[in-house]
């Protein structure tokens, strides 16, 4: 059975990414490449299933299916990781798409 999020949980991911995203933004104004702005802030399967309001087996499934950006892992560890940057990247990638097939 799932675990579901409580809004601290999802609150304190959209934080995350919001921080991000004023990041980007202060540095694409500053002329800073976006890889370059701070060290990677990366989100584990808990994490990126919290902030998508979906369960960890569900992103498993959606990484699985080429769904997801793809996933880090640091030396030769089984633990899945992304970028909050890549994971807010395909997020607009996403709703860019669904926005012009509304038009």
Avoid: C
């Avoid at 991000?20 to 701070?38: D, M, P, S, Y």
């Avoid at 990484?63 to 940057?85: C, E, F, K, T, V």
């Amino acid at each position: 059975m799932p675990r579901y999020a409580s809004h601290a949980d999802l609150q304190q991911v959209l934080d995350r990414l919001t921080r991000i995203e004023q990041a980007l933004a202060t540095n694409a104004a500053n002329g800073v490449g976006a890889r370059t702005a701070e060290p990677a802030r990366l989100l584990t399967v808990q994490d990126l299933a919290t902030f998508l309001r979906t369960s960890p087996k569900a992103v498993r499934l959606m990484r699985d299916r080429g769904q997801l950006p793809a996933p880090i892992r640091l030396g030769d560890s089984r633990r899945l990781l992304w970028r909050a940057i890549d994971v807010a990247e395909w997020l607009d990638r996403t709703e860019s798409r669904r926005s012009d097939r509304s038009r």
